[in-house]
């Protein structure tokens, strides 16, 4: 048994980082079992769920998504907010109450909760029918965990810096779209955030591997990469070879793939060469998720984003200045412990200014082992909400107001698929990452097609395909 530790998790020493290869060379012996896979947290998450069904399928398992079919069930967790550990163990009260039924059912939980101290010590003390503890630096052990499962509960987890993992294998959610990682955990230790402790130190991938995945990618038919990172911007910085994320994105557009995606960049490490490349290629989006988190230089200096308010601007104008119809959105946090009115007005202040593409918003809420959740906090949990329903109101009128613009032009889209629940329509992206709802053309899945917008919804557009300018 392995258990993490925050303190260790925190470390940060000068050790080389490793460069471990995956092996695959394991029984196929859950041949007729079936496993339930659900993730929550971010596109990291998302695409280590990808790795762990690559995992599952090789030893034989098939995917139900009916959770009471299931023979093994992975829940592949967030820790990012309070709600995200309550919606975890909301669900593994019905993992326990299907293992009464079920006996033989495997529970495994794997992610960001199970690299923190005190939810492996609560799963250890109050949930003895979980099977297996598996952590984000080992993901690749999730199988020898499965072959050797033990009478006993088996909880490996490990609070290290981290190694790089390369060959790994991926079961992608989609033919079309792929998550390519390009950097692992973060360096930045913004106070209130869990992430370093869970996600270990920000090391990079070297340039040649990542290069060569998007070739792949290419051959085998993908028409769009997602660089993935925390910090996409910091890229490179630990691997002293002289290249960072500029340069590496304009290998990686050069390869060709048709669209080149990245999240998240982080404001403070954003240079001016990098946004001239990102306007110079037209397969590099013109989309940028940059994160805000606060318009008050009090809060973001006791956040530590190592930003101001004005810096944060004057990025903001000038990406918009050099990159035609760029679309940017962020990430807001209200109710930082002590906001005063006059902070929360200074972000609205930020949001009037920028006007967002869309923006995702949360009310802080304290991380056991973070500096900030030692702050004593003299603001209610009734002027938190109150601040986060009157960001909301602007931010979903900003929203709005940018869909509007788009409504009679005709723009790029990568249809994606069929929509879920209007089954005659297809749904795709435009380069500026706006949802599109498209009536038929179901034979245009995987392409990039001129669509005409027709409405605009706050968080969606309704479009229809045209022809040299004709609908069709
Ligand atoms: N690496 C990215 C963000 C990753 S977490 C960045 O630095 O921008 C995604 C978002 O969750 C953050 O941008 C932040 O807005 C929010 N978040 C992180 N920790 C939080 C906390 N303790 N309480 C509330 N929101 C939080
Ligand atoms: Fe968390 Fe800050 Fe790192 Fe983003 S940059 S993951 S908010 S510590
Ligand atoms: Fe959550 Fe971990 Fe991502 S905490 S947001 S899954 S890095």
Redesign the pocket.
């Known amino acids: 048994m392995n258990l993490p530790d925050l303190k260790e998790a925190k470390k940060r020493t000068d050790k080389e980082v490793l460069e471990k290869k995956v092996e695959y060379n394991f029984p196929k012996i859950f041949l007729n079992k079936k496993y339930f896979l659900r993730t929550?947290?971010?596109q990291?998450?998302v695409h280590d769920s990808e790795e762990i069904r690559k995992y599952l399928e090789i030893l034989g398992f098939t995917e139900t998504v009916v959770l009471e079919e299931s023979d093994l069930v992975v829940l592949n967790t967030?820790?990012?907010r309070e709600n995200?550990h309550d919606k975890v163990f909301g669900y593994l009260g019905r993992c326990k109450h299907l293992k009464r039924e079920k006996p033989n059912l495997l529970i495994a939980i794997g992610?960001?909760m199970s690299q923190e101290e005190s939810v492996v010590e609560e799963i250890k003390n109050k949930h003895p029918y979980v099977d297996i503890v598996f952590g984000t630096h080992n993901i690749s052990e999730l199988p020898k965990l499965l072959l050797e499962k033990k009478e006993k509960q088996n909880i490996e987890v490990y609070s290290i810096e981290g190694d790089v993992y390369e060959g790994i294998k991926y079961s992608r959610d989609s033919k079309i779209t792929a998550w390519v990682n390009i950097m692992y955990g973060c360096d930045k230790f913004c106070t209130y955030c869990?992430?370093p402790y869970?996600?270990g130190k920000e090391r990079s991938r070297k340039l040649e591997s990542i290069i060569a995945e998007v070739e792949e990618l290419k051959q085998n038919g993908y028409k769009e990469v997602t660089l993935l990172g925390?910090n996409v911007n910091a890229y490179g910085s630990d691997l002293h070879k002289g290249y960072d994320f500029k340069d590496l994105l304009e290998k990686v557009a050069l390869t060709g793939i048709e669209r080149v995606r990245f999240v998240t960049s982080h404001p403070w490490n954003f240079t001016s060469e990098m946004i001239d490349v990102i306007a110079k290629y037209d397969n590099i989006m013109p989309y940028i998720h940059l994160p805000l988190q606060s318009g008050s230089d009090g809060i973001l200096k006791l956040m530590g984003r190592r930003y101001t308010k004005k810096e944060y601007i004057s990025l903001f104008r000038s990406i918009k200045e050099k990159i035609p119809n760029v679309s940017i959105t962020t990430d807001i946090i209200v109710g930082f412990p002590n906001e005063t009115e006059e902070d929360f007005l200074e972000t609205l202040n930020v949001v009037d200014i920028c006007k967002f593409d869309s923006a995702f918003t949360f009310i802080y809420s304290p991380r056991v082992g973070t500096p900030a959740s030692l702050i004593k906090d003299n603001v209610t949990m009734e002027e938190k909400e109150e601040r986060l329903q009157r960001l909301n109101k602007l931010v979903n009128a900003y929203s709005l107001e940018a869909n509007q613009r788009l409504v009679g032009n005709v723009v790029p889209v990568l249809i994606l698929g069929e929509n879920e629940k209007d089954k005659t329509c297809v749904y795709g992206y435009t380069d500026t990452m706006k949802l599109v709802n498209i009536e038929g053309g179901k034979d245009l899945i995987g392409n990039i097609v001129p669509i005409k917008i027709k409405e605009a919804k706050s968080f969606s557009l309704d479009g229809e395909i045209v022809k040299e300018g004709v609908p069709i």
């Open positions: 929550y947290g971010c990291m998450n967030c820790a990012i995200a992610g960001c869990i992430v869970t996600r925390q």
